[in-house]
């Protein structure tokens, strides 16, 4: 069987990862199994076959990890189920089968603001977590007994997958927004420099015009349409502007000047900067429409960044373009925090199984050669200083100060509703169906009864 090691520590023999989780789930279920949020540790039984429940592979890696684990994992085999691409329906797809007490799903590939509606409606089997987890250092093996062991990882992406202060869902990729630019035709218009600032960015934009090159090329993209990436969007220029969707009281906060201000400025970059077709693209038609040579800045996920620099064709811009933080309107701007985290669901059969799986995928091993594979961010700190890595992905620093920095979107237990209620005024906003104070007003009026408590 193979050597399943803890996430981040030492490797420890199959027999006895599975002699220490029996250990300590009898242990320990008394004190956890009927904590608040999903089901307790007591309930990680069982061995056997397991589905893996994931948005669309871009990438084409993901097949063959699971393919390195079934070679070793004979009478565990784990089936990939691919759901929708787009974001809202993965998560729609995933409620449908809790709500019906399904056991087709087993370990869950959540998005990172999934956690708190899953574990409060129950639909998450809780995990065990190491001692000192949340904190810093490592922990012993006596204190691990079994347990995850999360003290590797960005203490940012920890906090994403706990609910009221228990652990729900282990950390497997993180991701923060940077800014994708043309570096060589900032280069021949004389900018030294990407931009800091959105008027830099706007002044770049013009020089660039100028350029033969670069008559027929837009000046920037994020995305504008009615998904989550909307949400996204909006929470990165509201935020970036010192504004808050939900401030720390966990009420909405929008009718302010910062959040206006934030808005104004995906209703000024939609009309006067972003390519005529931009609410019909989405991340992928993103990504394409940069790699097709169109674009000067593009706010985009780390994942972007290999595929933009492949030499098998499909990139026109390979080895022509650069990241950096994203711009704000007086300094460096603030990324929103993604990233996917791994759950196991509270109707699955075969429990032990699924932890071991996932303690497999999220480790570092994994997740080194996820990076290489496919640019995606990595949750294990180490790996963003890593001289190997940081030669091959040159923006690991800045990512890894990106999600240092980062805010998360609004941590909701109705995360469905209120992202809709997001989406829907700020669409209207950009697309000039209301003005900015107008859609603020409105989501403010909407959000009200969905976080109340």
């Known amino acids: 069987m193979r050597r399943i090691p803890p996430i981040g520590g030492a490797p420890l023999a199959g027999g006895l990862v599975c002699a220490a989780l029996a250990l300590s789930l009898s242990a320990c279920g008394g004190d956890d199994g009927g904590s608040a949020g999903g089901t307790g540790v007591a309930s990680l039984q069982g061995r056997g076959p397991i589905t893996f429940v994931s948005g669309k592979d871009r990438s084409g890696y993901l097949q063959k990890q699971l393919d390195d684990w079934n070679a070793e994992h004979p009478k565990e085999q784990v089936r990939l189920i691919e759901l929708a691409d787009e974001p809202n329906e993965q998560r729609q797809q995933m409620i449908q089968n809790a709500t019906t007490k399904s056991d087709a799903y087993s370990v869950l590939s959540l998005d990172v603001v999934w956690t708190a509606e899953f574990a409060a409606n129950r639909w998450l089997t809780q995990i065990p977590m190491a001692p000192s987890s949340g904190g810093s250092g490592g922990s012993s093996p006596q204190a691990m007994n079994g347990r995850v062991d999360l003290s590797k990882m960005l203490p940012a992406t920890i906090t994403t997958g706990q609910y009221r202060g228990k652990l729900y869902a282990v950390p497997s990729t993180s991701d923060a927004g940077m800014l994708y630019y043309r570096e060589d035709l900032l280069e021949k218009a004389g900018i030294a420099e990407p931009p800091k600032t959105y008027d830099e960015?706007?002044?770049?934009?013009?020089?660039?015009?100028?350029?033969?090159?670069?008559?027929?090329?837009?000046?920037?993209?994020?995305?504008?349409?009615?998904?989550?990436?909307?949400?996204?969007?909006?929470?990165?220029?509201?935020?970036?502007?010192?504004?808050?969707?939900?401030?720390?009281?966990?009420?909405?906060?929008?009718?302010?000047?910062?959040?206006?201000?934030?808005?104004?400025?995906?209703?000024?970059?939609?009309?006067?900067?972003?390519?005529?077709?931009?609410?019909?693209?989405?991340?992928?038609?993103?990504?394409?429409?940069?790699?097709?040579?169109?674009?000067?800045?593009?706010?985009?996920?780390?994942?972007?960044?290999?595929?933009?620099?492949?030499?098998?064709?499909?990139?026109?811009?390979?080895?022509?373009?650069?990241?950096?933080?994203?711009?704000?309107?007086?300094?460096?701007?603030?990324?929103?925090?993604?990233?996917?985290?791994?759950?196991?669901?509270?109707?699955?059969?075969?429990?032990?199984?699924?932890?071991?799986?996932?303690?497999?995928?999220?480790?570092?091993?994994?997740?080194?050669?996820?990076?290489?594979?496919?640019?995606?961010?990595?949750?294990?700190?180490?790996?963003?200083?890593?001289?190997?890595?940081?030669?091959?992905?040159?923006?690991?620093?800045?990512?890894?100060?990106?999600?240092?920095?980062?805010?998360?979107?609004?941590?909701?237990?109705?995360?469905?509703?209120?992202?809709?209620?997001?989406?829907?005024?700020?669409?209207?906003?950009?697309?000039?169906?209301?003005?900015?104070?107008?859609?603020?007003?409105?989501?403010?009026?909407?959000?009200?009864?969905?976080?109340?408590?």
């Open 201 to 453: 960015m706007w002044s770049a934009c013009d020089k660039v015009k100028k350029l033969p090159e670069g008559e027929d090329v837009d000046c920037f993209f994020t995305e504008v349409n009615k998904t989550e990436s909307m949400t996204i969007s909006a929470v990165e220029a509201i935020d970036s502007a010192g504004g808050s969707i939900i401030g720390a009281d966990g009420r909405p906060s929008l009718t302010t000047p910062q959040a206006e201000q934030g808005v104004e400025f995906l209703v000024k970059a939609k009309k006067e900067h972003m390519p005529k077709e931009a609410v019909t693209l989405d991340t992928e038609g993103g990504r394409r429409y940069f790699q097709s040579g169109k674009l000067l800045f593009q706010r985009q996920w780390p994942y972007q960044y290999a595929l933009a620099n492949a030499d098998d064709g499909s990139s026109k811009v390979a080895g022509k373009f650069a990241v950096a933080p994203l711009p704000g309107p007086s300094g460096p701007g603030v990324a929103n925090l993604g990233g996917h985290n791994l759950a196991i669901s509270a109707f699955a059969k075969n429990k032990a199984t699924s932890l071991d799986f996932i303690r497999y995928l999220a480790g570092e091993q994994s997740q080194r050669a996820n990076l290489l594979a496919t640019s995606k961010a990595p949750t294990i700190a180490a790996l963003y200083d890593d001289p190997e890595m940081v030669k091959k992905f040159p923006y690991l620093p800045v990512l890894k100060e990106a999600i240092a920095n980062a805010k998360p979107r609004p941590v909701a237990v109705k995360y469905g509703d209120v992202t809709a209620a997001i989406q829907g005024e700020m669409y209207d906003a950009v697309t000039g169906k209301k003005s900015a104070d107008q859609a603020l007003a409105d989501l403010q009026s909407k959000l009200q009864p969905l976080t109340a408590r």
